[in-house]
């Protein structure tokens, strides 16, 4: 079971393969399909968040399993509206 979530943005991921690099555990790879990173291992993150700190669009974050995923937006309906 993965003790971290690996969150990746695609919408900032450029596919630059910086945060592939300087993963110490293997955990992230380009998906040959979009281009975008993509964890691959993610029971092999170790939390280190060298990815998260190596990206230069911020398209990464590394929570502890069960954290909030901090590129969910949420709607919230004003009491205006009808």
Do not use: H, W
């Not at 040959?32 to 190596?54: A, F, Q, V």
């Not at 398209?59 to 919230?76: F, K, R, W």
């Amino acid at each position: 079971m993965a003790k971290y979530d690996i969150f990746v943005e695609n919408k900032l991921c450029k596919g630059c393969n910086l945060c592939v690099s300087v993963c110490p555990k293997n955990v992230l790879e380009l998906d040959p399909l979009t281009d975008k990173c993509k964890p691959m291992r993610p029971d092999d993150c170790i939390g280190c968040k060298m990815c998260e700190n190596m990206c230069p669009d911020f398209a990464i974050a590394v929570e502890p399993a069960g954290g909030a995923n901090p590129y969910a937006t949420i709607n919230l309906k004003s009491e205006q509206e009808d």
